[in-house]
């Protein structure tokens, strides 16, 4: 079986890629639902595993470009290389598929990524500050602050060399590229669109918070156990 050629897919991996562009669909409605997109801009992506153990063979599935968030059936639904080719589906894919493909090929543990430009998360990006930790709940899902991704231009690698090389040096499953936006990772699309959510609340709340007053960090210690509790213990029985 070649990944790149549906006509050599096995029934169970064509199931398999259908079930994941109707997962890809359903969560692409969460941006809108949670506030966090307008028009067409902001996209999420699944990997989908193929069987070589190096992630060679791995697709991605992501939404097609400039396509309206009424329009997002499974069909619509698009399927790529890691080197962000079309393998399937009608139309291009993403403008932000090259991004979404290099964050694969260099975490293999990353199963989801999802990109916005929601107005909190990117006014920090925009001011090239991260956020500092300042909340519980920041200790709980980002283990720390939210870092700072450099400037980037679309075109070739530096929007996803960036992400990475940001995300490699913190906890945190989010990144603000600057002057653009935000990006987050997790296990699987699911848990990056969770991430696209509480960044977007944190920056917000934390925006609101130093708008009355100075910001009250919070000791490197107590970050590392609410982390430490909440994603080894909470959430898990
Ligand atoms: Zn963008």
Redesign the pocket.
Known sequence: MDHRNPDTWTPEFAREIERVREYVATLHAELPRWGLVVWT??NVSQRVRGEAQDGSQDLLVIKPSGVSYDDLSPEAMVVCDLDGNLVLGEGAPSS?TAAHAYVYRHMSEVGGVV???STYATAWAARGEEIPCVLTMMGDEFGGLVPVGPFAL?GDDSIGRGIVDTLRESRSPAVL?RN??PFTIGRDARAAVKAAVMVEEVAKTVHVARAGGPLVPIEQHHIDSLYDRYQNVYGQH
């Open positions: 801009a902001g932000d990109h916005t430009h679309i590229m653009h936006g």
